[in-house]
């Protein structure tokens, strides 16, 4: 970005532009304004410019022209693009066509000088009164119980922010903080079309920032040479030019704090902090104090005003794991804070703007959670601008060598073991047979346990502890296989499935009772007892309780 940045803002009603062009003289940047697409492309084609603000609707076209000329050209102008209010769609469209950023009509002007300012790098000038500064550090109220007054909050009661719910959130403060996972135990099969990329060497940044190159620290952590891994760098670099929302989706244990640590971490906004938030480690009550923070007073033991999650992410990233955890109500408090970059703690009366980037993941299908009235879908669509599938280690099983080393190379480490332990050929090929239902986590779990029962230089199948099916599975003849193959007795397919009767006239009601019916049997051979009833289904008592309530389902009470 040049010492005296220059600006293109183009807009086809003249009060709006003026506005505009008087708030940024304000923030002293020069202008050139256009009016239409035809004026605005013929002032880049005679001079580059830091940023190109454009509206939408113009008369002989729209601002998606203008981005696409600009990724044509393989033009560095970042282009922030001013759409309808609620107008969501638009939005996603801009954002997916390169847009660095947007803003929605009517255009808040403290919110215009903020992303104005992201985009260009730069701090922007504060008018009127400041907000009071909240403590540098989150820190737990103190109090051994506390209850929040009738007119503290929307909530109906707070509680202490106990070590589960503080410890939700992590951050980052050096390059290896985010393990366990390991480094590179991620891939990716599908993914929306990212933001435009450089096509030349004359599209760089516009900040005053390192290029975005593969060198940097956090790719050189993505472990594996695989074809997907070498899409996943290119995305990560893709992802990081702008703030569009990113959508990570994936099974547990599959690395996807990595990956939105690498994102960051390649983003101009690497120098200031990265949040990491679990979402469904928070009990619902404590949702809002932490995520937006409370002022002292708000409640019987807030003794000091604390900040919450997006104010500790102030200019960097905020991810927010296993989203789809989070209660309708909080959804729509969090869609608030998306939709107008700003945030009211508990307690306080007037919002704060914030500048986060938001990053989310989730091992729930949300379009499936939209579908069934348990996910808000304006806040998906805000959420979904580009997605990226963290697949199962199972289906990546190429990159195992190179992951499994540079786990064992750092658990020697910690653990102050030379020379690095390595997997003899055949616990490689071992491995490589087993399904790893628990991905990469079960992977470093296995290896852990595997160094401390070795005692040579190399980890030998003995030492890797494996079930008995995967250590036999190349002995077993194919009779035993066959036999294997075909599911248990009481895993047994239903007659309509297996073409023994005629297919049931509504499908839904028929599985509806399939599920009910199994659910029946699970509680009666556990006396009712929906925890364990749920846990020999694979299921938790929250979605037991789900799945009952769906089902009308009234049995079942002692959960001890």
């Known amino acids: 970005m040049s010492a005296d940045p220059r600006l293109l803002v183009v807009d086809d009603e003249p009060d709006l532009r003026t506005l505009y062009e008087m708030t940024l003289l304000r923030e002293g940047f020069s202008l050139d304004s256009a009016g239409t697409v035809e004026d605005a492309l013929e002032l880049l084609g005679t001079r580059r410019y830091d940023a190109?603000?454009?509206?939408?609707?113009?008369?002989?076209?729209s601002g998606l022209d203008i981005l696409r000329w600009l990724e044509q050209q393989g033009r560095s102008?970042?282009?922030?693009?001013?759409?309808?209010?609620?107008s969501a769609e638009n939005a996603v469209e801009a954002l997916k066509a390169g847009a660095y950023d947007y803003l929605t009509k009517p255009v808040d002007l403290r919110q215009f000088r903020m992303v104005v300012a992201?985009?260009?790098?730069?701090?922007?000038?504060?008018?009127?009164?400041?907000?009071?500064?909240?403590?540098?550090?989150?820190?737990?109220?103190?109090?051994?119980?506390?209850?929040?007054?009738?007119?503290?909050?929307?909530?109906?009661?707070?509680?202490?922010?106990?070590?589960?719910?503080?410890?939700?959130?992590?951050?980052?403060?050096?390059?290896?903080?985010?393990?366990?996972?390991?480094?590179?135990?991620?891939?990716?099969?599908?993914?929306?079309?990212?933001?435009?990329?450089?096509?030349?060497?004359?599209?760089?940044?516009?900040?005053?920032?390192?290029?975005?190159?593969?060198?940097?620290?956090?790719?050189?952590?993505?472990?594996?040479?695989?074809?997907?891994?070498?899409?996943?760098?290119?995305l990560i670099e893709k992802v990081a030019r702008s703030m569009a929302p990113v959508l990570l989706n994936g099974e547990s244990g599959t690395g996807k704090e990595l990956v939105a640590r690498a994102i960051h971490d390649v983003s101009a906004r690497r120098p200031q902090p990265f949040i990491a938030v679990n979402c469904g480690a928070i009990p619902e009550q404590l949702l809002e104090a932490e995520f937006f923070g409370y002022r002292k007073g708000a409640f019987t033991g807030a003794s000091e005003d604390r900040e919450g999650f997006f104010q500790a992410a102030q200019g960097g990233t905020l991810f927010l794991d296993e989203i789809g955890d989070l209660p309708l109500a909080m959804q729509s408090k969090l869609l608030r804070a998306l939709q107008e970059r700003s945030v009211r703690p508990v307690g306080a009366v007037a919002e704060m703007p914030v500048n986060v980037r938001l990053l989310s993941a989730t091992h729930k299908d949300l379009a499936a959670e939209v579908a069934g009235g348990r996910f808000r879908q304006d806040l998906y669509y805000r959420l979904n601008v580009?997605?990226?599938?963290?697949?199962?280690?199972?289906?990546?099983?190429?990159?195992?060598?190179?992951?499994?080393?540079?786990?064992?190379?750092?658990?020697?480490?910690?653990?102050?073991?030379?020379?690095?332990?390595?997997?003899?050929?055949?616990?490689?090929?071992?491995?490589?047979?087993?399904?790893?239902?628990?991905?990469?986590?079960?992977?470093?779990?296995?290896?852990?346990?595997?160094?401390?029962?070795?005692?040579?230089?190399?980890?030998?199948?003995?030492d890797l502890g494996l079930p008995d099916s995967v250590l036999?599975?190349?002995?077993?003849?194919?009779?035993?296989?066959?036999?294997?193959?075909?599911?248990?007795?009481?895993?047994?397919?239903?007659?309509?499935?297996?073409?023994?009767?005629?297919?049931?006239?509504?499908?839904?009601?028929?599985?509806?009772?399939?599920?009910?019916?199994?659910?029946?049997?699970?509680?009666?051979?556990?006396?009712?007892?929906?925890?364990?009833?749920?846990?020999?289904?694979?299921?938790?008592?929250r979605q037991m309780r789900y799945r009952m309530a769906r089902l009308e389902i009234s049995v079942g009470g002692d959960e001890s």
């Open 52 to 61: 190109v603000i454009t509206d939408m609707r113009l008369p002989d076209g």
């Open 77 to 86: 102008e970042r282009a922030l693009v001013i759409t309808a209010y609620g």
């Open 118 to 234: 992201s985009a260009l790098g730069r701090t922007p000038k504060m008018e009127g009164p400041v907000p009071k500064p909240f403590s540098s550090a989150p820190a737990a109220a103190s109090g051994p119980g506390w209850s929040a007054p009738s007119n503290a909050s929307s909530n109906p009661a707070f509680n202490p922010p106990s070590n589960a719910a503080s410890s939700a959130m992590s951050v980052a403060a050096a390059p290896d903080a985010f393990a366990p996972t390991a480094p590179g135990a991620f891939d990716v099969l599908g993914s929306v079309e990212a933001p435009r990329p450089a096509p030349t060497e004359a599209r760089k940044p516009a900040r005053a920032v390192p290029p975005l190159t593969g060198s940097t620290t956090a790719l050189e952590r993505l472990v594996g040479d695989s074809a997907p891994m070498r899409q996943v760098r290119e």
């Open 386 to 462: 580009i997605q990226i599938r963290v697949p199962p280690l199972r289906e990546r099983m190429e990159d195992l060598a190179p992951i499994s080393a540079r786990i064992l190379q750092r658990i020697a480490a910690d653990a102050g073991v030379a020379p690095v332990p390595a997997l003899t050929p055949a616990a490689l090929a071992t491995l490589s047979r087993y399904s790893f239902p628990g991905n990469v986590r079960e992977l470093e779990n296995l290896l852990h346990r595997a160094l401390a029962l070795s005692s040579g230089d190399g980890i030998d199948l003995a």
């Open 472 to 541: 036999g599975l190349d002995d077993a003849p194919a009779e035993t296989a066959e036999v294997a193959a075909e599911p248990p007795l009481g895993a047994a397919l239903p007659a309509e499935a297996r073409g023994g009767a005629p297919l049931p006239a509504d499908l839904a009601t028929y599985l509806d009772e399939v599920e009910k019916q199994i659910l029946l049997r699970a509680l009666e051979q556990h006396r009712n007892n929906r925890t364990a009833a749920g846990a020999s289904l694979g299921l938790s008592l």
